[in-house]
Antibody
């Protein structure tokens, strides 16, 4: 059974960079055909797609966040990561990592439990 | 890229059917049969209920069904059960390797 677990600081100061890691267990992140993604949910709001990365390293981002987001993959550690720069209070959210279904980036079939990141001084 | 529009809340009694709408544009919902639906119980991981508009993943009850008409996708839950009470989100492919989610709908089982 595939398991995804987000980890990283729960508190980030404004203007700094938010960094999160998703550790994948029960399967290989370098398995052919899979995309891996990040989604967030601000308090009291809906889900929002941040971006996704193909197992080979090609990445795709939400146009509204593209200038501040970097998603990378570390196959040796079976992890992929999110970096969001110049954060503000509006970036406070529960951040989820998820796996897209094989061969497609159109939907997610496995999700992590999510981790709350608060942006505050 | 604007969020897809969903009703904030819907409700129904056990055994009834409800439908949640998800309205987008001709650039996302209207152009692709690639809408997915997720059930989200607060504090837990979202769960895929429908993909590619009307397909159910293995293990998902056939009480859940999806459809689309024009720029609006819909999720129908028949034979409503107490455990169906949750937040539901739609998500559509929006072209150029991007995705867009809906604002979410809170389902209350009366």
């Amino acid at each position: 059974q595939l398991h995804l677990q987000e980890s990283g600081p729960g508190l980030v100061k404004p203007s700094e960079t938010l960094s999160l890691t998703c550790t994948v267990s029960g399967g290989s992140i370098s398995s052919s055909g899979y995309y891996w993604g990040w989604i967030r949910q601000p308090p009291g709001k809906g889900l929002g797609w941040i971006g996704s990365i193909y197992y080979s390293g090609s990445s795709y981002y939400n146009p509204s966040l593209k200038s501040r987001v970097t998603i990378s993959v570390d196959t040796s550690k079976n992890q992929f990561s999110l970096k969001l720069s110049s954060v503000t209070a509006a970036d406070t959210a529960v951040y989820y990592c998820a796996r897209h279904a094989v061969g497609t980036m159109y939907h997610f079939d496995y999700w992590g439990q999510g981790t709350l990141v608060t942006v505050s001084s | 890229q604007s969020a897809l529009t969903q009703p904030a809340s819907v409700s129904g009694s056990p055994g009834q059917s409800i439908t949640i709408s998800c309205t987008g544009t001709s650039s996302d919902v209207g152009s692709y049969d690639l809408v997915s639906w997720y059930q989200h119980h607060p504090g837990k991981a979202p769960k895929l209920m429908i993909y590619e508009g009307s397909e159910r993943p293995s293990g998902i009850s056939n009480r859940f069904s999806g459809s689309k008409s024009g720029n609006t996708a819909s999720l129908t839950i028949s034979g409503l059960q107490a455990e169906d009470e949750a937040d539901y989100y739609c998500c559509s492919y929006a072209g150029s390797s991007t995705l867009v989610f809906g604002g979410g709908t809170m389902l209350t089982v009366l």
